[in-house]
Nanobody
Framework: QVQLVESGGGLVQPGGSLRLSCAAS????????IGWFRQAPGKEREGVSC????????YYADSVKGRFTVSRDNAKNTVSLEMNSLKPEDTGVYYC???????????????????WGQGTQVTVSS
């Protein structure tokens, strides 16, 4: 069964940090693009970052550039999103997603991804 499971969300004060993990089962992430998306209440789902794992490149949305970092653990078939200097506007449900791209480029459109995790809540508030 192809599945993605996120973990690591929670409540954090502005300026704080959280680390989200996305564990894949039923397939190997190596040939895939991995996207991180978030959705705030009443807003559309927006792309935060995408990684082309075979190429080894990652793209970040301007709103998180310099604060968020994607990393990968091949042994655990897991991708993580390290979030620093968090702001209230970073609040939302965060999803990881996978789409087969091989050596291609990843993107931040939801239609590029066929497998989604269940989401994890991130709340940034004092």
């Amino acid at each position: 069964q192809v599945q993605l499971v996120e973990s690591g969300g929670g409540l954090v004060q502005p300026g704080g940090s959280l680390r989200l993990s996305c564990a894949a089962s039923g397939f190997t992430l190596n040939n895939y693009g991995i996207g991180w998306f978030r959705q705030a209440p009443g807003k559309e789902r927006e792309g935060v970052s995408c990684s082309s794992l075979l190429v080894g490149s990652t793209y970040y949305a301007d709103s998180v550039k310099g604060r968020f970092t994607v990393s990968r653990d091949n042994a655990k078939n897991t991708v993580s999103l390290e979030m620093n200097s968090l702001k209230p506007e970073d609040t939302g449900v965060y999803y990881c997603a996978a789409g087969y791209i091989g050596y291609g480029s990843c993107g931040l459109t939801t239609s590029a991804y066929g497998t989604w995790g269940q989401g994890t809540q991130v709340t940034v508030s004092s």
